[in-house]
T-cell receptor, first 110, second 113 residues
Framework: GQQVMQIPQYQHVQEGEDFTTYCNSS?????IQWYKQRPGGHPVFLIQLVKSGEVKKQKILTFQFGEAKKNSSLHITATQTTDVGTYFC??????????FGGGTRLMVKP | DAGITQSPRHKVTETGTPVTLRCHQT?????MYWYRQDPGHGLRLIHY???????DKGEVSDGYSVSRSKTEDFLLTLESATSSQTSVYFC????????????FGNGTRLTVT
């Protein structure tokens, strides 16, 4: 079945440093979604990418969808302590349920 | 946040007992989902519903059953709880299926002793 791998599993950064998490699928995806979960909270939708090679920005967050639609990344420029949490990617191919990656837990040292 | 309420928020139960978790939504969304979250595994789909009395299995459905008698309520039942079912359970809803964003409830932390 479809598998979605996410790396790294954990990342410690100093406040102000950049952060990137990578998502790789075993199959071509029709779309990919990104979620953020604060400690003790629930996942919250951030963005959806649909087109091959698509790049979207939300303030300091940059999201990319690979040309082959099998990988994606989330990049945070100059992290802040408010960025702590776990970031999940989730992808599906047409008609199937979303498959979530294992998440990347971001910790930011002030 | 979308109007999704999960109950209870926390539950401790003994092995072998039945447990029912409830998800209630006020958004009138057609699709409802139950996920479990465990360290290192992300979120895994247990069961989902695409309408009243229409349900289907997800990737980790063994040991779980669901029911949806009304649009707003989706129940998850563990017929005989096991320690491997200790987890955080999230309910989610969408209006038009998984090509649209999931909106999650606050979760239920279940401990099976």
């Amino acid at each position: 079945g479809q598998q979605v791998m996410q790396i790294p599993q954990y990342q410690h950064v100093q406040e102000g440093e950049d952060f990137t998490t990578y998502c790789n699928s075993s199959t071509t995806l029709s779309n990919i979604q990104w979620y953020k979960q604060r400690p003790g909270g629930h996942p919250v939708f951030l963005i959806q990418l649909v087109k091959s090679g698509e790049v979207k920005k939300q303030k300091i967050l940059t999201f990319q969808f690979g040309e082959a639609k099998k990988n994606s990344s989330l990049h945070i420029t100059a992290t802040q302590t408010t960025d702590v949490g776990t970031y999940f990617c989730a992808g599906n191919n047409a008609g199937n349920m979303l498959t979530f990656g294992g998440g990347t837990r971001l910790m930011v040292k002030p | 946040d979308a109007g999704i309420t999960q109950s209870p928020r926390h539950k401790v139960t003994e092995t072998g007992t039945p447990v029912t978790l409830r998800c209630h939504q006020t958004e009138n969304h057609r699709y409802m989902y139950w996920y479990r979250q465990d360290p290192g595994h992300g979120l895994r789909l247990i069961h989902y519903s695409y309408g009243v009395k229409d349900t289907d299995k997800g990737e980790v459905s063994d040991g779980y059953s669901v029911s949806r008698s009304k649009t707003e309520d989706f129940l998850l039942t563990l017929e005989s709880a096991t320690s491997s079912q200790t987890s955080v359970y999230f309910c989610a809803i969408t209006a038009t299926g998984t090509n649209s964003p999931l909106h999650f409830g606050n979760g239920t932390r279940l401990t099976v002793t």
